[in-house]
C-alpha cells in the first residue's frame, strides 16, 4: 500500500510533520508512506485554474492520485483546520480540464493532529473529515489519534512518547485493515 503523507504545517519544526514522519516508521508491514510538502502550492484562484493546473497543483494531484490512500496530519488553528491543508483539499477537490475525475473522490484518508493544547486537534479533524466528505473521500471511522500537548511528547522533531507511538501504530494498523478489506 502506498499512501501520500501530507502535514497541513509548513513550520520547520512542525509537531504535525513530525506525527507524519512517525507515522512513517511506524507503518505496519506492507505500507508505506510518502510525503508530499505543500510549500510550494499556490492559493487557489480559479482564474488560474481556468488556465490550466500550475505545475506544483498538477504534481499534487497525480501525487493523490497515484496513492492507494492519504494519511493527513492535521494542525488546528482557530478551532479549524489550516488554511494550507484546506487549500491543497480545493485544489484537489477539482476535476480540472484534463480529468474526468476529482482525485480525492473514492480516495480513503486517514487523519491524525497534534497541538500543544489539551483538545489535540479534535476540532480541527471532525472540520476535515466534513470537508473531506464534500469532496467525495472517505475518512477511516476507526478511532482517533489526537496528540494534545504535543510539546512534552515530540521532543527535537521525534514523537518520543510511547503511548502516543503505541495509539499510532494502532490506528494505522486499523488503516491498512481497512484498506485491504475494501480492495476486497
Ligand atoms: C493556533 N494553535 C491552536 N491550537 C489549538 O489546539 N487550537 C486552536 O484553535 C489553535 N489556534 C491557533 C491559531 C493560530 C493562528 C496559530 C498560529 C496557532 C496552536 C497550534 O496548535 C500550534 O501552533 C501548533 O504547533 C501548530 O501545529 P504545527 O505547526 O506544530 O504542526
Redesign the pocket.
Known amino acids: 500500500m502506498n499512501i501520500l503523507g501530507i502535514?497541513?504545517?509548513?513550520?520547520a519544526?512542525?509537531?504535525?510533520?513530525?506525527?507524519l514522519h512517525a507515522a512513517q516508521e511506524l507503518a505496519p508491514a506492507g505500507m508505506s508512506i510518502a510525503i508530499h510538502r505543500l510549500h510550494d502550492l499556490p492559493l487557489f484562484d480559479q482564474d488560474v485554474e481556468d488556465q490550466g493546473d500550475p505545475e506544483p497543483v498538477a504534481a499534487l494531484k497525480q501525487a493523490i492520485d497515484n496513492a492507494d490512500g492519504l494519511f493527513l496530519?492535521c494542525?488546528?488553528?482557530?478551532?479549524?483546520i489550516?488554511g494550507v491543508l484546506k487549500n491543497a483539499i480545493d485544489w484537489a477537490s477539482r476535476s480540472g480540464r484534463d480529468r474526468h475525475t476529482a482525485v480525492l473522490a473514492g480516495k480513503i484518508v486517514c487523519i491524525a493532529g497534534?497541538?500543544?493544547?489539551?483538545?489535540?486537534?479534535v476540532?480541527?479533524q471532525d472540520q476535515l473529515r466534513l470537508v473531506l466528505r464534500r469532496a467525495g473521500a472517505q475518512t477511516e471511522p476507526l478511532g482517533e489519534v489526537l496528540v494534545f500537548q504535543?510539546?512534552t511528547k515530540i521532543v527535537d522533531g521525534r514523537l518520543a512518547d510511547e503511548r502516543t507511538r503505541d495509539a499510532l501504530a494502532r490506528h494505522l494498523q486499523s488503516y491498512a485493515t481497512r484498506l485491504a478489506a475494501l480492495r476486497g
Open positions: 502535514s497541513g504545517s509548513l513550520r519544526a512542525s509537531f504535525n510533520t513530525a506525527l496530519a494542525p488546528e488553528y482557530n478551532g479549524g489550516t497534534a497541538s500543544p493544547g489539551i483538545t489535540g486537534t476540532r480541527a504535543a510539546h
